[in-house]
C-alpha cells in the first residue's frame, strides 16, 4: 500500500517509518526549519519518496474544492493531487483536506485526530442582501460580507 503524506502527517511523531511513503517538493519546504529539518533527514533516508503531482491531477483536485465550497492551501492541493495520482492513502489530520479527499474518493487515514464522520459542501450567502455567491468577501451586488455556510452533508 502506498502512502502520501502532508506536512502534519511527517511531523507527527508518529512511527511512519515501515510504510511505502510518498510526499510533494512544497511539503519539504514547509518542514524545513529547524530541528524539523533533522527528523526530515531522518524520514528522507529511511523511505520518504519526493515527487511533484501532475498538473492534471491538481486541476481535479481545484474543481472539486470549487463546487464543495472547501478552501485548502496550494501546498494541501498538491498533496491530495499526489495522492490522486498515485491511487494512494492520504495520511493527515486536516478536516478540509480529508473532506475533499472523500469527494474525490481518495482514502485517508488521521494520524493525531480522528477524522471526519461525514462529507460537509459549503456555499456561500451575502449578510445583506441574501444572494448566494460564488466566494467569501464582500458581496459583488450590494458590498456586504459574505457567510460560509454548511449546505450539504451525508
Do not use: W
Request: glycine share 8%; hydrophobic share 40%.
Amino acid at each position: 500500500m502506498v502512502f502520501v503524506a502532508d506536512a502534519s502527517a511527517i511531523l507527527s511523531g508518529k512511527d511512519i517509518s515501515g510504510l511505502e511513503l510518498y510526499t510533494t517538493p512544497s511539503v519539504l519546504d514547509e518542514v524545513r526549519v529547524g530541528k524539523r529539518a533533522r527528523l526530515l533527514g531522518y524520514m528522507l533516508e529511511a523511505n520518504l519518496r519526493v515527487q511533484p503531482p501532475q498538473l492534471g491531477s491538481i486541476a481535479a483536485v481545484r474543481k472539486k474544492m470549487d463546487e464543495m465550497g472547501d478552501r485548502v492551501s496550494k501546498v494541501d492541493i498538491e498533496v491530495l493531487a499526489l495522492a490522486l495520482d498515485l491511487k494512494a492513502v492520504l495520511l493527515c489530520d486536516d478536516y478540509s483536506m480529508q473532506n475533499i479527499a472523500s469527494e474525490l474518493s481518495i482514502p485517508f487515514r488521521p494520524l493525531s485526530q480522528r477524522g471526519i464522520k461525514r462529507v460537509v459542501k459549503y456555499r456561500y450567502r451575502c449578510s445583506g442582501c441574501g444572494r448566494f455567491v460564488k466566494s467569501e468577501g464582500d458581496c459583488p451586488f450590494c458590498g456586504s460580507p459574505v457567510r460560509r455556510l454548511k449546505d450539504v452533508t451525508h
